[in-house]
Protein backbone atom coordinates (compact mmCIF):
# COMPACT_ATOMS: atom_id res chain seq x y z
CA UNK A 1 0.00 0.00 0.00
CA UNK A 2 1.25 3.75 -0.51
CA UNK A 3 -0.83 6.12 1.41
CA UNK A 4 -1.62 9.78 0.01
CA UNK A 5 1.07 11.71 1.37
CA UNK A 6 3.34 9.90 -0.14
CA UNK A 7 1.88 10.58 -3.25
CA UNK A 8 1.68 14.13 -2.78
CA UNK A 9 5.25 14.22 -1.79
CA UNK A 10 6.26 12.30 -5.12
CA UNK A 11 4.48 14.82 -7.25
CA UNK A 12 6.50 17.67 -5.82
CA UNK A 13 9.27 17.29 -8.41
CA UNK A 14 7.10 17.66 -11.29
CA UNK A 15 5.20 20.70 -9.63
CA UNK A 16 8.96 22.37 -8.95
CA UNK A 17 9.41 21.67 -12.66
CA UNK A 18 6.61 23.73 -13.94
CA UNK A 19 6.30 26.09 -11.41
CA UNK A 20 10.31 26.81 -12.10
CA UNK A 21 9.57 26.76 -16.13
CA UNK A 22 5.59 29.26 -15.86
CA UNK A 23 8.34 31.46 -13.31
CA UNK A 24 10.66 32.29 -16.15
CA UNK A 25 8.47 31.76 -19.35
CA UNK A 26 5.62 33.95 -17.79
CA UNK A 27 8.31 36.87 -15.81
CA UNK A 28 10.98 36.81 -18.34
CA UNK A 29 12.46 39.47 -16.30
CA UNK A 30 13.03 37.35 -13.48
CA UNK A 31 16.23 35.84 -15.70
CA UNK A 32 18.12 39.02 -13.74
CA UNK A 33 16.80 37.49 -10.63
CA UNK A 34 19.82 35.65 -8.71
CA UNK A 35 18.67 31.99 -10.00
CA UNK A 36 19.65 29.65 -7.39
CA UNK A 37 17.80 32.29 -4.93
CA UNK A 38 14.58 31.76 -7.54
CA UNK A 39 15.09 27.88 -7.32
CA UNK A 40 14.74 27.32 -3.84
CA UNK A 41 11.87 29.81 -3.53
CA UNK A 42 9.97 27.82 -5.89
CA UNK A 43 10.70 24.68 -4.01
CA UNK A 44 9.62 26.35 -0.93
CA UNK A 45 6.56 27.49 -2.65
CA UNK A 46 6.01 23.71 -3.86
CA UNK A 47 6.61 22.76 -0.30
CA UNK A 48 3.51 25.22 0.66
CA UNK A 49 0.98 23.73 -2.16
CA UNK A 50 2.07 20.12 -0.74
CA UNK A 51 1.24 21.07 2.69
CA UNK A 52 -1.40 22.82 1.77
CA UNK A 53 -2.93 20.10 -0.76
CA UNK A 54 -2.51 17.54 2.43
CA UNK A 55 -4.21 20.00 4.99
CA UNK A 56 -7.02 20.18 2.43
CA UNK A 57 -7.57 16.53 2.01
CA UNK A 58 -8.00 16.69 5.49
CA UNK A 59 -4.73 13.62 6.38
CA UNK A 60 -3.68 13.82 9.72
CA UNK A 61 -0.49 15.79 11.24
CA UNK A 62 2.04 13.22 10.77
CA UNK A 63 0.83 12.47 7.11
CA UNK A 64 0.98 16.53 6.76
CA UNK A 65 4.28 16.27 8.00
CA UNK A 66 5.74 13.49 5.57
CA UNK A 67 4.25 15.06 2.39
CA UNK A 68 5.84 18.41 3.50
CA UNK A 69 9.61 16.64 4.25
CA UNK A 70 9.75 14.15 1.07
CA UNK A 71 8.64 17.65 -1.36
CA UNK A 72 11.71 18.83 0.42
CA UNK A 73 13.84 15.94 0.29
CA UNK A 74 12.96 15.61 -3.66
CA UNK A 75 12.83 19.26 -4.32
CA UNK A 76 16.41 19.26 -2.73
CA UNK A 77 17.76 16.84 -4.95
CA UNK A 78 16.10 19.01 -7.56
CA UNK A 79 17.84 22.15 -6.55
CA UNK A 80 21.26 20.24 -6.92
CA UNK A 81 20.17 19.30 -10.80
CA UNK A 82 19.48 23.18 -10.98
CA UNK A 83 22.31 23.79 -9.83
CA UNK A 84 24.62 21.66 -11.79
CA UNK A 85 23.85 23.47 -14.51
CA UNK A 86 24.30 26.63 -13.37
CA UNK A 87 27.51 26.28 -11.75
CA UNK A 88 29.11 22.71 -12.43
CA UNK A 89 32.15 23.62 -14.50
CA UNK A 90 32.22 19.80 -16.16
CA UNK A 91 28.75 20.34 -16.88
CA UNK A 92 29.61 23.70 -18.37
CA UNK A 93 32.49 22.26 -20.45
CA UNK A 94 30.34 19.61 -22.04
CA UNK A 95 27.36 22.51 -23.07
CA UNK A 96 29.44 23.96 -23.85
CA UNK A 97 30.47 21.63 -27.08
CA UNK A 98 27.38 20.36 -27.92
CA UNK A 99 25.74 24.07 -27.74
CA UNK A 100 28.63 25.02 -30.23
CA UNK A 101 29.77 27.96 -27.77
CA UNK A 102 32.89 29.20 -29.17
CA UNK A 103 35.61 28.64 -26.81
CA UNK A 104 36.35 32.71 -25.47
CA UNK A 105 32.43 32.26 -24.34
CA UNK A 106 32.36 28.66 -22.61
CA UNK A 107 33.22 30.39 -19.47
CA UNK A 108 35.69 28.17 -18.06
CA UNK A 109 37.73 30.78 -17.58
CA UNK A 110 38.89 30.48 -13.85
CA UNK A 111 39.50 34.31 -13.44
CA UNK A 112 35.91 34.36 -14.61
CA UNK A 113 34.24 31.67 -12.38
CA UNK A 114 35.90 33.37 -9.02
CA UNK A 115 34.93 36.67 -10.48
CA UNK A 116 30.98 35.27 -10.93
CA UNK A 117 30.83 33.57 -7.47
CA UNK A 118 32.28 36.76 -5.67
CA UNK A 119 29.76 38.63 -7.26
CA UNK A 120 26.78 36.22 -6.39
CA UNK A 121 28.18 35.65 -2.93
CA UNK A 122 28.36 39.86 -2.46
CA UNK A 123 24.64 39.72 -3.99
CA UNK A 124 23.14 37.18 -1.68
CA UNK A 125 25.11 39.08 1.23
CA UNK A 126 26.75 36.36 2.04
CA UNK A 127 30.28 37.71 1.77
CA UNK A 128 31.30 41.92 3.11
CA UNK A 129 34.08 43.36 2.91
CA UNK A 130 35.68 45.39 5.47
CA UNK A 131 39.09 47.07 6.00
CA UNK A 132 39.93 45.76 2.44
CA UNK A 133 39.16 42.39 4.26
CA UNK A 134 36.85 39.78 2.77
CA UNK A 135 34.65 38.63 5.89
CA UNK A 136 32.08 35.43 5.49
CA UNK A 137 28.73 35.66 7.77
CA UNK A 138 27.81 33.28 9.79
CA UNK A 139 25.08 31.08 8.81
CA UNK A 140 24.00 27.90 7.12
CA UNK A 141 26.38 28.27 3.83
CA UNK A 142 29.38 28.51 6.53
CA UNK A 143 27.99 25.24 8.74
CA UNK A 144 27.64 23.21 5.54
CA UNK A 145 31.46 23.87 4.53
CA UNK A 146 32.57 22.79 7.69
CA UNK A 147 30.36 19.95 7.21
CA UNK A 148 31.31 19.19 2.96
CA UNK A 149 35.58 19.47 4.71
CA UNK A 150 34.58 16.85 7.65
CA UNK A 151 32.96 14.81 5.26
CA UNK A 152 35.91 15.05 2.51
CA UNK A 153 38.57 14.00 5.48
CA UNK A 154 36.45 11.29 6.44
CA UNK A 155 36.02 9.53 2.46
CA UNK A 156 39.26 11.49 1.45
CA UNK A 157 41.90 11.48 4.21
CA UNK A 158 44.81 12.11 2.06
CA UNK B 1 4.93 7.19 10.98
CA UNK B 2 7.69 8.24 13.33
CA UNK B 3 9.06 4.62 13.40
CA UNK B 4 9.40 4.79 9.39
CA UNK B 5 11.50 7.30 9.77
CA UNK B 6 13.73 6.23 12.29
CA UNK B 7 14.33 2.58 10.73
CA UNK B 8 14.83 4.33 7.27
CA UNK B 9 17.13 6.89 9.39
CA UNK B 10 18.86 3.97 10.89
CA UNK B 11 19.35 2.13 7.74
CA UNK B 12 20.70 5.04 6.06
CA UNK B 13 23.17 5.86 8.49
CA UNK B 14 24.01 1.65 7.92
CA UNK B 15 24.61 2.75 4.72
CA UNK B 16 27.07 5.46 5.24
CA UNK B 17 28.95 3.57 7.64
CA UNK B 18 29.56 1.24 5.12
CA UNK B 19 30.78 3.63 2.23
CA UNK B 20 33.15 4.42 4.65
CA UNK B 21 34.31 1.85 5.14
CA UNK B 22 34.62 1.11 1.41
CA UNK B 23 36.22 4.51 0.44
CA UNK B 24 38.65 3.75 3.10
CA UNK B 25 40.04 0.54 2.05
CA UNK B 26 38.90 0.02 -1.63
CA UNK B 27 38.62 3.18 -3.45
CA UNK B 28 41.28 3.84 -5.32
CA UNK B 29 43.25 7.04 -6.33
CA UNK B 30 41.92 6.59 -9.91
CA UNK B 31 38.60 5.54 -9.51
CA UNK B 32 36.63 8.33 -11.30
CA UNK B 33 33.04 9.76 -9.92
CA UNK B 34 30.65 7.77 -12.05
CA UNK B 35 32.09 4.96 -11.02
CA UNK B 36 31.50 5.88 -7.15
CA UNK B 37 28.25 6.87 -7.74
CA UNK B 38 27.24 3.67 -9.47
CA UNK B 39 28.30 2.35 -6.21
CA UNK B 40 26.33 5.23 -3.58
CA UNK B 41 23.33 4.38 -5.95
CA UNK B 42 24.11 0.86 -5.01
CA UNK B 43 24.18 1.64 -1.63
CA UNK B 44 21.86 4.02 -0.73
CA UNK B 45 19.05 2.78 -3.32
CA UNK B 46 19.53 -0.53 -3.55
CA UNK B 47 20.02 -1.76 0.14
CA UNK B 48 17.10 0.39 1.35
CA UNK B 49 14.76 -1.29 -1.82
CA UNK B 50 15.65 -4.43 -0.77
CA UNK B 51 14.78 -4.16 2.36
CA UNK B 52 11.41 -2.40 2.25
CA UNK B 53 10.66 -5.06 -0.05
CA UNK B 54 11.07 -7.49 2.56
CA UNK B 55 8.33 -5.06 4.35
CA UNK B 56 5.93 -4.67 1.30
CA UNK B 57 6.01 -1.19 1.90
CA UNK B 58 6.15 1.51 -0.46
CA UNK B 59 5.99 4.45 1.80
CA UNK B 60 9.36 3.17 3.56
CA UNK B 61 10.60 2.63 -0.02
CA UNK B 62 9.84 5.97 -1.69
CA UNK B 63 11.12 7.76 1.61
CA UNK B 64 14.85 6.06 1.43
CA UNK B 65 14.83 6.67 -1.93
CA UNK B 66 14.16 9.81 -1.23
CA UNK B 67 16.95 10.58 1.39
CA UNK B 68 19.07 8.30 -0.34
CA UNK B 69 18.50 10.84 -3.43
CA UNK B 70 20.02 14.36 -1.39
CA UNK B 71 22.59 12.44 -0.67
CA UNK B 72 23.45 11.11 -3.87
CA UNK B 73 22.55 14.50 -5.06
CA UNK B 74 25.21 16.18 -2.86
CA UNK B 75 28.18 14.01 -3.65
CA UNK B 76 29.36 15.63 -6.50
CA UNK B 77 29.65 18.98 -5.11
CA UNK B 78 31.41 17.88 -2.04
CA UNK B 79 33.84 15.60 -3.56
CA UNK B 80 34.50 17.83 -6.22
CA UNK B 81 36.16 20.98 -3.96
CA UNK B 82 33.25 23.36 -5.10
CA UNK B 83 35.14 26.54 -5.11
CA UNK B 84 31.97 28.59 -3.45
CA UNK B 85 32.55 26.00 -0.32
CA UNK B 86 36.14 26.74 -0.39
CA UNK B 87 35.57 30.32 -0.09
CA UNK B 88 33.23 30.10 3.09
CA UNK B 89 35.49 27.60 4.16
CA UNK B 90 38.76 29.52 3.91
CA UNK B 91 37.47 33.04 4.41
CA UNK B 92 35.70 31.23 7.92
CA UNK B 93 38.88 29.79 9.57
CA UNK B 94 41.21 32.62 8.35
CA UNK B 95 39.18 35.34 9.87
CA UNK B 96 39.08 37.42 6.84
CA UNK B 97 41.41 37.76 3.67
CA UNK B 98 42.25 40.34 0.95
CA UNK B 99 40.30 39.32 -2.00
CA UNK B 100 44.30 38.80 -3.37
CA UNK B 101 45.15 36.42 -0.64
CA UNK B 102 41.91 34.63 -0.87
CA UNK B 103 42.85 34.13 -4.85
CA UNK B 104 46.17 33.09 -4.51
CA UNK B 105 44.51 30.89 -1.39
CA UNK B 106 41.80 29.32 -4.28
CA UNK B 107 44.76 29.01 -6.73
CA UNK B 108 46.67 26.55 -4.52
CA UNK B 109 43.66 24.23 -3.12
CA UNK B 110 41.77 24.27 -6.50
CA UNK B 111 42.90 23.97 -10.63
CA UNK B 112 39.72 25.71 -11.67
CA UNK B 113 40.42 24.77 -15.42
CA UNK B 114 42.81 21.82 -15.16
CA UNK B 115 41.26 19.73 -12.77
CA UNK B 116 37.82 19.59 -15.02
CA UNK B 117 39.15 19.07 -18.10
CA UNK B 118 41.83 16.10 -16.23
CA UNK B 119 38.69 15.03 -14.86
CA UNK B 120 36.20 15.10 -17.68
CA UNK B 121 38.80 12.56 -19.48
CA UNK B 122 39.36 10.39 -16.92
CA UNK B 123 35.66 9.99 -16.20
CA UNK B 124 35.40 9.02 -19.45
CA UNK B 125 33.32 11.71 -20.44
CA UNK B 126 35.94 13.14 -22.81
CA UNK B 127 37.92 11.80 -25.34
CA UNK B 128 41.97 12.47 -25.85
CA UNK B 129 40.90 14.16 -29.52
CA UNK B 130 39.28 17.30 -27.48
CA UNK B 131 35.74 16.24 -28.10
CA UNK B 132 33.03 14.49 -25.89
CA UNK B 133 32.90 11.00 -25.86
CA UNK B 134 29.19 9.66 -26.25
CA UNK B 135 27.80 9.36 -22.58
CA UNK B 136 29.87 13.34 -22.85
CA UNK B 137 27.61 14.56 -24.91
CA UNK B 138 24.41 12.71 -24.25
CA UNK B 139 25.19 14.79 -20.48
CA UNK B 140 25.89 18.05 -22.35
CA UNK B 141 22.61 17.52 -24.22
CA UNK B 142 20.68 16.55 -21.08
CA UNK B 143 21.70 20.00 -19.40
CA UNK B 144 21.65 22.09 -22.48
CA UNK B 145 18.09 20.87 -23.20
CA UNK B 146 16.77 21.51 -19.37
CA UNK B 147 18.00 25.05 -19.63
CA UNK B 148 16.59 25.53 -23.19
CA UNK B 149 13.31 24.58 -21.49
CA UNK B 150 14.15 27.00 -18.29
CA UNK B 151 14.76 29.64 -20.97
CA UNK B 152 17.83 30.87 -19.38
CA UNK B 153 21.12 31.18 -20.61
CA UNK B 154 23.95 28.67 -19.95
CA UNK B 155 25.13 29.35 -16.34
CA UNK B 156 28.25 31.70 -15.47
CA UNK B 157 29.96 29.25 -13.42
Known amino acids: MISPSTILGLGAPFTVLCLHILVY ?3 PALKNFPRQKLAVIVILVTTVITIGQATYLGMPLDQIIHAGLLSLMLGYSYFHFFNMSETARRIRILVAYVAKIPHKDSGYDAGKIYGNRMVRL ?5 IYETDGKLMVRNGPMVWASYLIMFWRKLFYPS | MWQLYAETLLIFL ?12 LRRPDDVVPYQIVILFLLFWLIPVIYSLAFLSWDRMILSLALGSTYIMSFPAASAKSPTVMIFYILHRSGGLTPKELESRLA ?38 YRRILGIPLGEG
Open chain 1, 25 to 27: RIF
Open chain 1, 122 to 126: REHNM
Open chain 2, 108 to 145: TELDLKGDRMKDLQADGLYTGSGKPSLAGQILGYTFWT
Open chain 2, 14 to 25: ACLIIQVILWRL
